[in-house]
């Protein structure tokens, strides 16, 4: 069964700082990765996806990085901003279901 | 593109009550429907998966006739609470994946979220 793990847990920083959120799967056949970030009390935002093949994707102030053999992801997020306060939760699919497992979050405070 | 809608974003029902939550694939055919449930402070945790046309597939440890899922068009799958109780009390969120064409033959997209506080 397919475990997905944040660490940290939450993370408060000043702002401007650049950060790492990181992420790691148990199972590394996975069909993809994907970061949300969720604000309190809302939805899901979709940052970035990144494919089974790629190495990386990169969205603005965001770079993701994938090492599927050692099931590892990495959210970089340069010079961070109060607005930027959210959780952020990192999710594979994987399996015949094609099912996405979550992880349980890191939780995020940008200092102005 | 891809938008992913769900109705009520907000629901309030006496004990014993059920409600239905709608979750819609607004620019797309969904032909995999997923409902999650997430609690306060945690992650979002799978509940079902309906494919259109046939019965959902429950994880363990959610009860069927609890949670009824249907999944009857390409675009709407519906999640009634039968009987809602305080622990039912949750936010609930639905997701739509398209089987291939211009989108991500595995991505899911997600709906905004239905809050549902059973009193």
């Known amino acids: 069964k397919q475990e997905v793990t944040q660490i940290p847990a939450a993370l408060s920083v000043p702002e401007g700082e650049n950060l790492v959120l990181n992420c790691s799967f148990t199972d590394s056949a996975i069909y993809n990765l994907q970061w949300f970030r969720q604000d309190p009390g809302k939805g899901l935002t979709s940052l970035l996806l990144?494919?089974?093949?790629?190495r990386e994707q990169t969205s603005g102030r965001l770079n993701a990085s994938l090492d599927k053999s050692s099931g590892r992801s990495t959210l970089y997020i340069a010079a961070s901003q109060p607005g930027d306060s959210a959780t952020y939760l990192c999710?594979?699919?994987?399996?015949?279901?094609?099912?996405?497992?979550f992880g349980s979050g890191t939780q995020l405070t940008v200092l102005p | 593109g891809a938008v992913v809608s769900q109705h009520p974003s907000r629901v309030i029902c006496k004990s014993g009550t059920s409600v239905k939550i709608e979750c819609r694939s607004l620019?797309?055919?969904?032909?995999?429907m997923f409902w999650y449930r997430q609690f306060p402070k945690q992650s979002l945790m799978l509940m079902a998966t309906s494919n259109e046309g046939s019965k959902a597939t429950y994880e363990q440890g959610v009860e069927k006739d609890k949670f009824l899922i249907n999944h009857a068009s390409l675009t709407l799958s519906t999640l009634t609470v039968t009987s809602a109780h305080p622990e039912d009390s949750s936010f609930y969120i639905c997701?739509?994946?398209f089987g291939g064409g211009y989108l991500s033959y595995n991505e899911q997209f997600f709906g905004p979220g239905t809050r549902l506080t059973v009193l």
């Open positions: 997701s739509a994946r």
């Open positions: 620019d797309f055919q969904a032909t995999t």
């Open positions: 990144i494919q089974s093949s790629q």
């Open positions: 999710a594979v699919i994987s399996g015949s279901a094609r099912q996405l497992t």
